[in-house]
């Protein structure tokens, strides 16, 4: 009888590779979690333990080491639930790509107002009638006059970008 629990507990055990490849998905979320910054990493509430690893693994600049600090890492993972964990990083991730897609936007949107002029004005205007024609147009002509420094160019393509980001944000 005993003997027949002792298969049953073999035969209901995951392989040797199917832990392998636990083990290795434990040990590429930990290199996920070693790239966010200090103040992502206190807010996915991560035991105290894998936090200080996962600090020690940022401060770590020598290959070797980090990929002995990489497998410590993995080691703390499998004992805690990542299900959780993986599902903040991909909420986390799919925001950076809105903002990365609206950041796209709001450039060529100013770089069709510095290139274009009026024409695109216009046009954004018929998009966006909520913003501020009159100070859009005068960072245009500032940004575009030959007559300003480049210092105060530049400056002014900066504000028409944050005034541009500002009516994303609003609208």
Do not use: C
Not at 16 to 26: F, H, L, N
Not at 32 to 45: M, T
Not at 70 to 95: C, F, H, V, W
């Amino acid at each position: 009888m005993q003997e027949d629990e002792e298969s049953q507990e073999f035969w209901d055990r995951p392989s040797k590779s199917a832990r392998k490849r636990e083990a290795a998905a434990a040990q590429d979320l930990g290199t996920r979690l070693i790239a966010l910054r200090d103040s992502d990493l206190v807010a996915l509430d991560l035991p105290e333990r894998l936090l200080e690893a996962l600090r020690l693994a940022k401060r770590i600049t020598a290959r070797g080491g980090l990929a002995r600090q990489r497998q410590y890492i993995g080691k703390l993972m499998r004992d805690i639930d990542t299900a959780p964990i993986e599902a903040a990083l991909n909420a986390t991730s799919y925001s950076n790509a809105e903002d990365v897609q609206q950041h796209k936007r709001v450039e060529a949107w100013r770089a069709r107002l510095l290139t274009e002029g009026p024409a695109a004005l216009d046009e954004f205007m018929k998009w966006r009638p909520s913003a501020d024609r009159k100070s859009l147009q005068a960072l245009i002509v500032k940004a575009t006059s030959e007559r300003i420094d480049s210092g105060s160019r530049e400056g002014a393509s900066r504000q028409l970008f944050r005034a541009l980001r500002d009516s994303f944000d609003a609208g």
